[in-house]
């Protein structure tokens, strides 16, 4: 009797099984590199209806952030500026820039300037602002650098791995809470971040959560 | 070491049983299957599934093909972020707002300090200033903020049922009162709220028109306790309880810890029931009732006995009272009083009068406040008599002027006299007495407008329908019980730009003004201000309250003449044998009909009957038994030619010739929630009969209806003997030194020693977090179970998915009864909140295989919502049975359409609705569990404030002792739970915790709980008949002492 399969059909399942394992490896690849916050959200930087230069006030002026995201000691979000805060300045300065036409509409007509939204927490996450600037986590830490951003973009993954490598080791992230809206901060010579941030941990009983899901998710 | 095999011990047969209901008492095969499965079999099965297979085909193809247009546009969605143009004062993004105001209620304000994120109230508190209520709440101003949201509420005026506006309603307003100069013809009927800014508006108006009529109705309110002390005492004259004052309390017929009193009096009542040891100053509770309340619960001392038998028992009493006190005048009215029947318990009346008058100045005698003046009479002039005036009750001057009533206006309709109505609140059309044939009367005036916050019944038959503003829309203002000014201020505007009564009645009067003036001017007169007030104002919007002192307690003498002739008028009640009588109950939840369409109220289980979306017949196991049907079948009422068929719903401790109903139900003109939720009694309800109706027959009717009923769900393996404790307060004297007393009982008293095979995290945290329950003060209210509710965003199911057992309700109020011998007849009750125990050795922890519960280094069992998968392992590991499953997308999608498959039914929450939920709070979805988290997110707020306050100080940042509370401890209207860091030494509970009364459920099972029980004391008159029956641990099978062994195999040894 003729043999029903030919002899190369020997090595099929294995040639099958093989692209499977190269495929499904592939696809678990391509998951695990694209459909992670880190390539999903670093760099988006939606285009806003007003050109605010972060570079320019922040940056360039020096004015601090606290400025216009007023309650960030305060409260658990840090807010957007009300139209009112960019006319403090700028009924005076640059009155004239088409730039700022929006800004001036939005003041006469009372409707506010609808901002896009870049940094985005998940429902089920509850980050507080106040309490971390209070304790010496720098703007820095999560927004990157800012101060020289023209158009501000998503700096850092914000995942919950991201989250965990501070509250794992705050010691290499803390800083004076007088140098916490200083973007450019160094630690001072001699000094090394782990040395500045071990005192602080100490000093202040820095205690994150880190196994307390509640910490985080409400 | 050997294997150690776990057998909970068996439950004793013998002697006093705690049990949840009467399946379980009689062991049926129903209880059984929620003993054992959560959940009943089939349950899951979609029995509501309207989707054929071809149908699924072609809305799945359907799916698909936008699946494949939507990946084209696969982008992160666009968020904006809108901040204000111009800053508001005092708002912060993301800080919540607190402002004080006031929910008018018909037993005066209940002052209030309302939450508001971003312009949306959320939750509502009580005033901490205020000493009415102390910062607590009940059930019905918790649920008060669902009804501001109700998207169903009225939006629009309406000219006859069709959508008008105020530019056409003020035209023809014009014309109604151009035609009468003096006012003949102008009527008013408002409801029972005692507001001073509506009191003096109606002074304005009816001094530009004098001939108006100015009605009120309030179908549960007090009118007949004002008529009885306007008998005793005078016109004008209202009698203020104090039961903080009285050592000995007897109740006739008066449900005062429930839906008859107020907050004051159980505050007042439970001040007298917080004991620190045996010798505390205890109150002692009498209770005649025909059916169980929560006053009865509570009681040491209960008399089951018909309503209407109320006037005898009183009768009876007076003698005996008279007799003790030599008092020949109140000899004289007992005499004076008509009854038919005198079967009243000679020995339980003359032990009762005995106790009162040895308690001469520090008794009190309460009878049903619609009870027939003639009975409410003769109790206040027992008052009188035991010595109670200025001391156990007071007298204060009415803030209300006389008004006409609902029967004599309706007179004047019929008269054809009427030609402009004006019906400020209210529903009579839907719930005026029969007699009264309100909707025919209405018929006849000319022009009838209807003022109210939805669209019901009455706005149904009027000319002019005008949407109301809810109380926290608006500028009111009324007066609390103790007489203090509060000022009613809105937190948010009109939703639907509905008005307030005062506005309308200042049109009408010529006034024009805002609400804010209106009640700024009544603030002027009120407190005599003159001048600049301005301070005093501003002083009153941040405190929410002005002290009047005003408002001092008068003093009268008993009118004598008034009384006796009350009494000598008054027909005797007749309660013939074979008959029933009809008991008219006031709801504990949807009240007379006005919150039919606020689903919390109707899926809050009923504190004594556990009966969620439904009215029902209560009856006694013996008449029951006498009709032959059992909880769930019809029965048909009749009374001449008025007819009812309604659920019977068997109740154990009910009077057996006695049948109650509670009013409110089988409201017709009413949103989806209300819409055909039980049965309408009140066409029984007549002006005489206001209470109960006697001569009522009673048939089964062969069919059933399904009531949904909680009180089986969440049995705890029928271990009621070991999850409520009692003692007497002679047992607890005996047993004063004895430290483990109430910790030893029931299967504790004989249990092993137990140890984990679990570690746990360490629990180092600098906080730990405990709460302690006192089961002395507890009386059942459920004010906790709406709270919860209410902050922690927890969705309706709808009463299909509440008899499948999937209520969502995080905590609830277990209801037990104990009797021994399987009594029925005359069990005791005991009630007992249940929430999450948050177990250091938590069951549930160790079989979730995705870690989504887990503890928290301060002792929390924390719930990670989005690691959750749903394999329910821990709710059937869960000894308390507390954890809640999603089993449908409940904040999606409505009640009515939870079966419809997801593709096709309409998805989303209202935005109203949405206005609602606690920004702090996760919104769960479909396939999560869920449970009490201790409110953790008010935990870790405190936690982060004191981070914040810390700073780079250097200090340990540490939450101060009871410097926030969790939401059913902040509404505790009597302060029976208490939450608190059980690691700082001067907070409430680490003191608590140690309580000689103090004790954890289930301890034998090792769980390690969070939550400390504080024993009930029962405080029995020994010389009384039933004093043997009394509460009592050690007469339990399970106590201490008793002769029953136990062998090692049995209960949890090595085997």
């Given at each position: 009797?003729?043999?029903?399969?030919?002899?190369?059909?020997?090595?099929?399942?294995?040639?099958?099984?093989?692209?499977?394992?190269?495929?499904?490896?592939?696809?678990?690849?391509?998951?695990?590199?694209?459909?992670?916050p880190?390539?999903?959200r670093?760099?988006?930087?939606?285009?806003?209806?007003?050109?605010?230069?972060h570079?320019?006030?922040a940056?360039?002026?020096?004015?601090d952030c606290r400025y216009c995201h007023s309650f960030v000691e305060t409260s658990a979000y840090s807010n957007i500026?009300?139209?009112?805060?960019?006319?403090?300045?700028?009924?005076?300065?640059?009155?004239?820039?088409?730039?700022?036409?929006?800004?001036?509409?939005?003041?006469?007509?009372?409707?506010?300037?609808?901002?896009?939204q870049i940094h985005k927490t998940p429902?089920h996450v509850y980050f507080h602002h106040s309490v971390h600037v209070n304790r010496g986590v720098s703007c820095v830490s999560c927004h990157g650098k800012v101060n020289?951003?023209?158009?501000v973009?998503h700096a850092e993954s914000h995942s919950m791995a991201w989250c965990l490598t501070c509250h794992r080791n705050p010691s290499e992230f803390l800083r004076p809470v007088s140098e916490v809206t200083n973007l450019d901060w160094?630690p001072?010579?001699?000094?090394?971040q782990r040395?500045i941030g071990a005192a602080l941990v100490n000093e202040w009983h820095v205690n994150p959560p880190v196994k307390n899901c509640a910490g985080c998710h409400r | 070491?050997?294997?150690?095999?776990?057998?909970?011990?068996?439950?004793?047969?013998?002697?006093?049983?705690?049990?949840?209901?009467?399946?379980?008492?009689?062991?049926?095969?129903?209880?059984?299957?929620?003993?054992?499965?959560?959940?009943?079999?089939?349950?899951?099965?979609?029995?509501?599934?309207?989707?054929?297979?071809?149908?699924?085909?072609?809305?799945?193809?359907?799916?698909?093909?936008?699946?494949?247009?939507?990946?084209?546009?696969?982008?992160?969605?666009?968020?904006?972020l809108?901040?204000?143009?111009?800053?508001?004062?005092?708002?912060v993004p993301g800080k919540?707002?607190?402002?004080?105001?006031?929910?008018?209620?018909?037993?005066?304000?209940?002052?209030?300090?309302?939450?508001?994120?971003?312009?949306?109230?959320?939750?509502?508190?009580?005033?901490?200033?205020?000493?009415?209520?102390?910062?607590?709440?009940?059930?019905?101003?918790?649920?008060?903020?669902?009804?501001?949201?109700?998207?169903?509420?009225?939006?629009?005026?309406?000219?006859?049922?069709?959508?008008?506006?105020?530019?056409?309603?003020?035209?023809?307003?014009?014309?109604?009162?151009?035609?009468?100069?003096?006012?003949?013809?102008?009527?008013?009927?408002?409801?029972?709220?005692?507001?001073?800014?509506?009191?003096?508006?109606?002074?304005?108006?009816?001094?530009?028109?004098?001939?108006?009529?100015?009605?009120?109705?309030?179908?549960?309110?007090?009118?007949?306790?004002?008529?009885?002390?306007?008998?005793?005492?005078?016109?004008?004259?209202?009698?203020?309880?104090?039961?903080?004052?009285?050592?000995?309390?007897?109740?006739?017929?008066?449900?005062?810890?429930?839906?008859?009193?107020?907050?004051?009096?159980?505050?007042?009542?439970?001040?007298?029931?917080?004991?620190?040891?045996?010798?505390?100053?205890?109150?002692?509770?009498?209770?005649?009732?025909?059916?169980?309340?929560?006053?009865?619960?509570?009681?040491?001392?209960?008399?089951?006995?018909?309503?209407?038998?109320?006037?005898?028992?009183?009768?009876?009493?007076?003698?005996?009272?008279?007799?003790?006190?030599?008092?020949?005048?109140?000899?004289?009215?007992?005499?004076?009083?008509?009854?038919?029947?005198?079967?009243?318990?000679?020995?339980?009346?003359?032990?009762?009068?005995?106790?009162?008058?040895?308690?001469?100045?520090?008794?009190?005698?309460?009878?049903?406040?619609?009870?027939?003046?003639?009975?409410?009479?003769?109790?206040?002039?027992?008052?009188?008599?035991?010595?109670?005036?200025?001391?156990?009750?007071?007298?204060?001057?009415?803030?209300?002027?006389?008004?006409?009533?609902?029967?004599?206006?309706?007179?004047?309709?019929?008269?054809?006299?009427?030609?402009?109505?004006?019906?400020?609140?209210?529903?009579?059309?839907?719930?005026?007495?029969?007699?009264?044939?309100?909707?025919?009367?209405?018929?006849?005036?000319?022009?009838?407008?209807?003022?109210?916050?939805?669209?019901?019944?009455?706005?149904?038959?009027?000319?002019?329908?005008?949407?109301?503003?809810?109380?926290?829309?608006?500028?009111?203002?009324?007066?609390?019980?103790?007489?203090?000014?509060?000022?009613?201020?809105?937190?948010?505007?009109?939703?639907?730009?509905?008005?307030?009564?005062?506005?309308?009645?200042?049109?009408?009067?010529?006034?024009?003004?805002?609400?804010?003036?209106?009640?700024?001017?009544?603030?002027?007169?009120?407190?005599?201000?003159?001048?600049?007030?301005?301070?005093?104002?501003?002083?009153?919007?941040?405190?929410?309250?002005?002290?009047?002192?005003?408002?001092?307690?008068?003093?009268?003498?008993?009118?004598?003449?008034?009384?006796?002739?009350?009494?000598?008028?008054?027909?005797?009640?007749?309660?013939?044998?074979?008959?029933?009588?009809?008991?008219?109950?006031?709801?504990?939840?949807?009240?007379?009909?006005?919150?039919?369409?606020?689903?919390?109220?109707?899926?809050?289980?009923?504190?004594?009957?556990?009966?969620?979306?439904?009215?029902?017949?209560?009856?006694?196991?013996?008449?029951?038994?006498?009709?032959?049907?059992?909880?769930?079948?019809?029965?048909?009422?009749?009374?001449?030619?008025?007819?009812?068929?309604?659920?019977?719903?068997?109740?154990?401790?009910?009077?057996?010739?006695?049948?109650?109903?509670?009013?409110?139900?089988?409201?017709?003109?009413?949103?989806?929630?209300?819409?055909?939720?039980?049965?309408?009694?009140?066409?029984?309800?007549?002006?005489?009969?206001?209470?109960?109706?006697?001569?009522?027959?009673?048939?089964?009717?062969?069919?059933?209806?399904?009531?949904?009923?909680?009180?089986?769900?969440?049995?705890?393996?029928?271990?009621?003997?070991?999850?409520?404790?009692?003692?007497?307060?002679?047992?607890?004297?005996?047993?004063?030194?004895?430290?483990?007393?109430?910790?030893?009982?029931?299967?504790?008293?004989?249990?092993?020693?137990?140890?984990?095979?679990?570690?746990?995290?360490?629990?180092?945290d600098?906080?730990?977090?405990?709460?302690?329950?006192?089961?002395?003060?507890?009386?059942?209210?459920?004010?906790?179970?709406?709270?919860?509710?209410?902050?922690?965003?927890?969705?309706?199911?709808?009463?299909?998915?509440?008899?499948?057992?999937?209520?969502?309700?995080?905590?609830?109020?277990?209801?037990?009864?104990?009797?021994?011998?399987?009594?029925?007849?005359?069990?005791?009750?005991?009630?007992?909140?249940?929430?999450?125990?948050?177990?250091?050795?938590?069951?549930?922890?160790?079989?979730?295989?995705?870690?989504?519960?887990?503890?928290s280094e301060d002792?929390?069992?924390?719930?990670?919502?989005?690691?959750?998968?749903?394999?329910?392992?821990?709710?059937?590991?869960?000894?308390?049975?507390?954890?809640?499953?999603?089993?449908?997308?409940?904040?999606?999608?409505?009640?009515?359409?939870?079966?419809?498959?997801?593709?096709?039914?309409?998805?989303?929450?209202?935005?109203?609705?949405?206005?609602?939920?606690?920004p702090n709070?996760?919104?769960?979805?479909?396939?999560?569990?869920?449970?009490?988290?201790?409110?953790v997110q008010?935990v870790q707020e405190a936690k982060i404030a004191a981070k914040v306050k810390s700073s780079d100080s250097g200090v340990q940042p540490r939450v101060?002792?009871?410097?926030?509370?969790?939401?059913?401890?902040?509404?505790?209207?009597?302060?029976?739970?208490?939450?608190?860091?059980?690691?700082?030494?001067?907070?409430?509970?680490?003191?608590?915790?140690?309580?000689?009364?103090?004790?954890?459920?289930?301890?034998?099972?090792?769980?390690?709980?969070?939550?400390?029980?504080?024993?009930?004391?029962?405080?029995?008159?020994?010389?009384?008949?039933?004093?043997?029956?009394?509460?009592?641990?050690?007469?339990?099978?399970?106590?201490?002492?008793?002769?029953?062994?136990?062998?090692?195999?049995?209960?949890?040894?090595?085997?």
């Open positions: 009797m003729a043999n029903i399969f030919p002899r190369w059909s020997n090595w099929l399942p294995f040639k099958i099984i093989f692209c499977l394992l190269i495929l499904g490896g592939g696809v678990s690849a391509g998951v695990w590199y694209y459909l992670n880190e390539y999903m670093v760099g988006y930087q939606p285009s806003q209806p007003v050109p605010f230069s570079k320019i006030h940056g360039q002026l020096g004015m500026p009300t139209t009112q805060v960019c006319m403090n300045c700028h009924s005076q300065i640059q009155r004239e820039n088409p730039k700022l036409q929006p800004v001036h509409d939005s003041w006469k007509s009372g409707k506010p300037i609808e901002w896009v429902e020289e951003m023209d158009e973009y160094k001072s010579e001699g000094k090394t040395e | 070491m050997s294997k150690r095999i776990f057998q909970h011990p068996e439950e004793p047969q013998t002697g006093k049983r705690y049990w949840r209901s009467l399946g379980q008492l009689q062991d049926t095969p129903e209880f059984r299957q929620w003993m054992h499965r959560e959940f009943p079999q089939g349950a899951s099965e979609i029995d509501g599934n309207d989707v054929s297979r071809r149908g699924f085909l072609q809305f799945m193809g359907a799916s698909v093909a936008l699946a494949g247009l939507s990946l084209a546009s696969c982008r992160r969605p666009l968020k904006n809108v901040p204000f143009t111009k800053a508001v004062e005092w708002s919540a707002l607190f402002f004080a105001s006031v929910m008018p209620t018909r037993n005066g304000g209940m002052p209030l300090v309302v939450t508001t994120f971003d312009g949306r109230p959320t939750k509502i508190e009580g005033n901490p200033l205020h000493p009415v209520n102390k910062g607590t709440t009940d059930v019905w101003a918790q649920s008060s903020v669902l009804d501001l949201y109700d998207p169903q509420r009225s939006k629009d005026v309406l000219s006859l049922g069709k959508k008008s506006d105020f530019v056409s309603f003020e035209k023809d307003l014009e014309e109604i009162l151009k035609t009468s100069a003096d006012g003949s013809g102008v009527a008013f009927l408002v409801d029972g709220i005692v507001s001073p800014t509506r009191e003096r508006l109606r002074r304005k108006v009816l001094a530009k028109y004098p001939k108006a009529m100015w009605a009120t109705y309030e179908p549960n309110g007090n009118d007949l306790e004002v008529a009885a002390a306007a008998v005793a005492f005078g016109n004008g004259h209202e009698v203020v309880n104090r039961l903080d004052q009285a050592d000995i309390v007897l109740t006739v017929d008066r449900d005062i810890l429930g839906v008859e009193g107020d907050i004051a009096s159980v505050r007042g009542f439970a001040a007298r029931r917080k004991v620190d040891g045996p010798k505390a100053n205890m109150n002692r509770l009498y209770v005649v009732e025909n059916r169980y309340t929560l006053t009865g619960g509570m009681s040491d001392h209960r008399l089951r006995l018909a309503a209407s038998r109320s006037g005898a028992f009183l009768k009876a009493l007076a003698a005996q009272v008279a007799k003790l006190s030599g008092d020949q005048f109140l000899a004289t009215l007992a005499a004076g009083l008509k009854v038919v029947d005198t079967k009243i318990k000679d020995k339980w009346v003359e032990e009762c009068a005995a106790d009162l008058w040895a308690h001469k100045g520090k008794a009190l005698v309460l009878a049903g406040n619609k009870q027939p003046v003639a009975v409410q009479a003769l109790a206040l002039a027992v008052n009188v008599s035991l010595g109670a005036l200025g001391k156990t009750i007071e007298l204060k001057k009415s803030a209300v002027d006389a008004s006409a009533s609902i029967a004599e206006l309706a007179e004047e309709l019929r008269k054809g006299a009427v030609k402009g109505l004006f019906i400020l609140g209210g529903n009579p059309v839907y719930n005026a007495p029969a007699d009264v044939h309100w909707a025919e009367a209405q018929a006849k005036a000319k022009t009838v407008v209807h003022l109210s916050i939805d669209q019901n019944e009455t706005s149904a038959k009027a000319h002019w329908h005008v949407p109301a503003a809810h109380y926290l829309e608006q500028w009111e203002d009324c007066y609390a019980s103790d007489g203090s000014y509060v000022v009613g201020q809105p937190v948010i505007l009109p939703l639907y730009n509905g008005i307030t009564g005062n506005e309308l009645l200042a049109k009408i009067a010529g006034i024009s003004a805002d609400p804010l003036t209106l009640v700024r001017d009544t603030f002027a007169e009120v407190t005599s201000a003159s001048g600049d007030y301005s301070a005093v104002w501003a002083k009153t919007l941040k405190n929410g309250f002005f002290s009047n002192a005003s408002a001092k307690s008068i003093e009268a003498a008993l009118r004598v003449d008034a009384v006796t002739k009350a009494i000598g008028d008054s027909p005797a009640a007749s309660l013939a044998d074979g008959q029933f009588e009809l008991v008219f109950i006031t709801d504990s939840k949807v009240d007379d009909g006005r919150y039919a369409n606020n689903g919390w109220l109707q899926e809050l289980p009923d504190p004594v009957t556990k009966l969620t979306w439904d009215n029902a017949a209560l009856l006694s196991p013996a008449a029951a038994r006498k009709l032959g049907v059992d909880t769930g079948d019809v029965i048909r009422l009749s009374m001449g030619e008025k007819k009812l068929e309604i659920a019977a719903l068997v109740l154990p401790g009910h009077a057996d010739d006695s049948i109650s109903v509670a009013v409110g139900y089988g409201r017709t003109e009413v949103g989806s929630v209300g819409k055909s939720v039980g049965v309408n009694v009140f066409p029984f309800q007549t002006t005489v009969d206001r209470r109960f109706l006697t001569g009522v027959s009673a048939l089964k009717t062969g069919r059933r209806h399904a009531l949904a009923i909680t009180q089986e769900h969440g049995a705890l393996e029928g271990r009621g003997a070991d999850i409520t404790r009692q003692a007497t307060t002679q047992e607890w004297s005996e047993n004063a030194e004895n430290k483990d007393f109430f910790k030893k009982m029931g299967i504790d008293a004989h249990a092993p020693a137990n140890f984990s095979l679990y570690t746990h995290p360490p629990l180092d600098v906080h730990g977090w405990g709460m302690a329950v006192d089961l002395n003060s507890c009386i059942g209210c459920a004010a906790c179970m709406t709270a919860c509710q209410a902050e922690n965003n927890i969705p309706i199911v709808g009463k299909e998915q509440v008899i499948n057992g999937r209520e969502m309700h995080w905590m609830r109020t277990d209801r037990y009864f104990a009797s021994e011998g399987g009594d029925a007849d005359e069990p005791e009750m005991v009630s007992q909140p249940m929430m999450c125990q948050q177990c250091e050795n938590a069951p549930c922890e160790t079989v979730c295989p995705v870690n989504a519960t887990v503890h002792g929390l069992n924390v719930m990670a919502y989005n690691r959750c998968i749903g394999t329910r392992y821990c709710a059937n590991n869960c000894p308390f049975k507390v954890r809640r499953f999603n089993f449908f997308d409940y904040n999606q999608r409505s009640i009515t359409n939870l079966y419809r498959w997801n593709l096709i039914s309409e998805k989303g929450t209202p935005d109203s609705i949405q206005m609602q939920k606690n709070v996760t919104v769960r979805m479909r396939g999560v569990m869920e449970k009490c988290t201790f409110c008010r101060p002792a009871d410097s926030f509370t969790s939401a059913c401890a902040q509404v505790c209207p009597t302060e029976a739970i208490v939450f608190g860091d059980i690691r700082n030494p001067e907070s409430r509970i680490a003191k608590l915790k140690e309580d000689q009364r103090g004790y954890r459920l289930l301890e034998y099972l090792n769980t390690e709980n969070r939550v400390w029980y504080l024993a009930r004391i029962r405080n029995p008159n020994p010389k009384m008949p039933d004093a043997a029956r009394a509460g009592s641990a050690s007469k339990g099978g399970h106590g201490h002492g008793g002769s029953h062994g136990h062998t090692s195999s049995q209960n949890g040894g090595h085997a």
